[in-house]
């Protein structure tokens, strides 16, 4: 009892590490390497929470059954806790280990009947080669986690392999985490910068994107592909949100005191923004302090931040457009439920991903893609605004194509607020 686990009948935390232990040191005496696997159930969390424990309990137990069946003499399957195993093979090449996950992988997937019914299982697994990746137990297990924390990320129902970059790689990401905080918090070092939306008729600015940047004082002006998805693993996404909203409202206040002819801006919602139970009432309050008209405020989402919780996400969109928020779908077209997005949600104007726009002077293909998802949008009477517009030839197809609006360096880099007022304004 105190060295198996109750239910799988595997070796418990206890005896792996107790057996890692043992196997380690003869691995270092030897000189010969050995791999730990490191292997989480994909999504066990939904089993219990929809089929009940008891389920759960012997899908671990099935799951324990698939392991053992895979494994060759010598090789140690232990289960740590929850949907957590380990695995322990001596005497083993990288191929070896590779070898292993793969084929754990594909009889984990088998289906799996039980008491009527039917469901298939995924891992995700993180391969450790010792004493390579470590030689104390703690240290092992260390690397084994982090690259399955890793194979996660890259999507589930894989393994990855700990690597001496893999673990730069997540310091530097923890280390930038900690930076972007004390930005965020403590420091003033997120700003703006505005992308003109343009007309193609007129060829003059309608409206503006506010882009959020960030000054680091060391490495100098970071993308925002490099901090956006820090902040939104860690939540740091919902503070910066409410800054850019303030920013935006604070400059429209500003132009309105100084009686310039204010363009609307659009800002930027994650998924997670989306989801704050008390984003529509936060989002209005912010508006009505500084007493800004809703209508120079749009709300820019992805196709893909309304694939989860639809409904809610409806609602939510349908609130501020009743309200007089303007709502654009942002990179239209790059996500897997187009047609249902347009028919369902509450939205006025599709911007076209710059991957659509890219090769349309020179690839008929793309450029009859273009042209349906354009005619697809002005059938449910939505504006279309074409991203990466970067040369002429390119802005000759878009207006060929009666395409509204268009975006991208041809006219304009993103601008600061007071070229913006010197220039648009």
């Known amino acids: 009892m105190a060295h198996y686990d109750e239910l799988t009948g595997l070796p418990n935390r206890r005896l792996a590490y107790i057996k890692m232990k043992e196997l380690l040191s003869g691995s270092i005496r030897s000189g010969d390497s050995m791999a730990v696997l490191l292997i989480d159930l994909d999504r066990f969390k939904e089993v219990n929470d929809s089929l009940g424990h008891d389920v759960g ?26 949907d957590e195993f380990l695995i322990m093979i001596p005497v083993v090449s990288m191929e070896e280990a590779v070898q292993t996950a793969d084929s754990l992988l594909e009889r984990l997937q088998e289906k799996i009947t039980w008491n009527g019914y039917e469901f298939y299982l995924t891992a995700s697994i993180g391969i450790a080669l010792c004493p390579v990746s470590g030689d104390t137990v703690s240290s092992v297990l260390k690397s084994a986690d982090l690259a399955m924390y890793e194979a996660k990320r890259d999507g589930k129902n894989r393994w990855h392999i700990h690597m001496e970059a893999l673990q730069e790689k997540l310091y530097s990401t923890f280390r930038l985490e900690n930076d972007l905080r004390r930005a965020v918090y403590e420091r003033d070092q997120l700003f703006l910068e505005f992308q003109p939306q343009v007309n193609v008729e007129t060829n003059r600015v309608d409206s503006l994107e506010a882009l959020i940047r960030w000054q680091h004082p060391t490495l100098g002006v970071i993308p925002p592909s490099e901090f956006i998805p820090i ?8 503070k910066i949100g409410a800054l850019v909203l303030q920013t935006v409202c604070a400059q429209l206040n500003e132009w309105k005191k100084q009686n310039k002819s204010i363009l609307p801006i659009g800002v930027n919602v994650s998924q997670i923004e989306l989801a704050q139970p008390d984003f529509v009432d936060k989002f209005l309050s912010v508006i ?56 369902q949600l509450p939205i006025d104007t599709v911007k076209i991903d710059r991957t659509f726009v890219r090769d349309i002077h020179s690839s ?30 390119q802005l000759a197809v878009v207006s060929e194509e009666r395409c509204d609006q268009y975006q991208g360096h041809l006219f304009s880099r993103p601008i600061t607020a007071n070229k913006v007022a010197v220039d648009y304004l």
């Open 288 to 343: 009505a302090d500084y007493n800004i008209d809703t209508s120079l405020v749009c709300i820019e989402v992805t196709e893909t931040s309304l694939m989860k919780n639809e409904r809610e996400v409806r609602d939510k969109l349908t609130q501020l457009r009743q309200r007089g928020i303007h709502v654009m779908l942002d990179d239209f077209g790059n996500g897997y439920n187009s047609l249902g997005v347009l028919r």
């Open 364 to 393: 008929v293909a793309d450029r009859s893609l273009f042209s349906a998802l354009v005619h697809l949008a002005h059938s449910f009477s939505l504006t279309v605004l074409a991203e990466g517009v970067e040369h002429q030839q």
């Open 57 to 82: 309990d012997e899908v671990l137990k099935i799951a324990a059954g698939r392991f053992r069946g895979v494994l060759n003499n010598g090789a140690v399957a232990a289960r740590l806790g929850g």
């Open 231 to 238: 902040a939104e693993d860690s939540g740091l996404i919902v």
